[in-house]
């Protein structure tokens, strides 16, 4: 069954350098052996000015589970990873999701 990896940035303390590191953190994970397609997310700004629930969102999709695990455990996850930490320092969650449709 497909599977997608999701990352949730959580809203960070400075915008303005996530979105200036955040290309390069892009590059990386175009890297990852299997990755199929990847989809990169900004999460829309409230209308009445409250902070959003996350600030962005990164899917990773790979052709099954044992595709996905081995894509975070090569080389080049230990080159994204760092990254994806950094970029998350206000907090983050990551998923393994079965794509269902």
Known sequence: MPTKITIVYDN?????????????????????????????AKVWPKEDGTETPAYRTLDLYFADYDAASAAVAGPEAAEFFPTVFAL??????????DIEQ
């Open 12 to 40: 960070p303390t400075d915008p303005a350098a996530f979105e200036a590191d955040y290309p390069a953190s892009l590059e990386l994970a175009r890297k990852l052996p299997g990755l199929e397609r990847l989809e990169s």
């Open 88 to 97: 998350g320092e206000a907090g983050l969650k990551a998923l393994f999701s």
